[in-house]
T-cell receptor
């Protein structure tokens, strides 16, 4: 049973399209996150949700919007995709804010914008 | 952006201990020190974390310097499955949680 699962694993799409990446965790964690890993392998936090409230919103374009229907899900919706959005996106979860107990990551979604 | 510095790469022989260093001279009093590792095409995997005292778990040990400006991840007996990129990260309630380039560990049979 996968603890943090993301779909799809690979996503190839054209510029200007709108796409969503889904994430689900079955760990009973109360905080979920989205991270972006660029071509240089730097992985940076984008968003986190705790009890359905956005608690961190880094300086990401407003074309990116996290949506959390419940504590176990945090989806990432991206509007008007650009070439620079190509990266690997990781979902993660933790018990409590800030990963005091460590983060559990999904296996990533490789987004390629052409 | 990363607030830690690590060697780009290290090598170890199988079954030998590995000491992976990390410098974090600007660490604040509330920063936890986290270690994660990442295999190709996989998400980061939690290894260990600590605040001030040394920590042990089934995967590794974390030795934290008294002034907290550096730490060392210790793998007691490296196996081929331990070959990965190891990241040392400072975490302050999830703010500015950034993975740097990490240390690529190669394990030789």
């Amino acid at each position: 049973d996968t603890a943090v699962s993301q779909t799809p694993k690979y996503l190839v799409t054209q510029m200007g399209n709108d796409k969503s990446i889904k994430c689900e965790q079955n760990l009973g964690h109360d905080t979920m996150y989205w991270y972006k890993q660029d071509s240089k392998k730097f992985l940076k936090i984008m968003f986190s949700y705790n009890n359905k409230e956005l608690i961190i919103n880094e300086t990401v374009p407003n074309r990116f919007s996290p949506k959390s229907p419940d504590k176990a899900h945090l989806n990432l919706h991206i509007n008007s995709l650009e070439l620079g959005d190509s990266a690997v996106y990781f979902c993660a979860s933790s018990l409590g804010q800030g990963g005091r107990n460590g983060y559990t990551f999904g296996s990533g979604t490789r987004l390629t914008v052409v | 952006d990363a607030k830690t510095t690590q060697p780009n790469s290290m090598e170890s022989n199988e079954e030998e201990p590995v000491h992976l260093p990390c410098n974090h001279s600007t660490i604040s009093g509330t920063d936890y020190i986290h270690w994660y590792r990442q295999l190709p095409s996989q998400g980061p995997e939690y290894v260990i974390h600590g605040l001030t005292s040394n920590v042990n778990n089934r995967m590794a040990s974390l030795a934290i310097a008294e002034d907290r400006k550096s730490s060392t991840l210790i793998l007691h007996r490296a196996t081929l499955r331990d070959a990965a990129v190891y990241y040392c990260i400072l975490d302050n309630y999830g703010q500015n949680f950034v993975f740097g380039p990490g240390t690529r560990l190669s394990v030789l049979p």
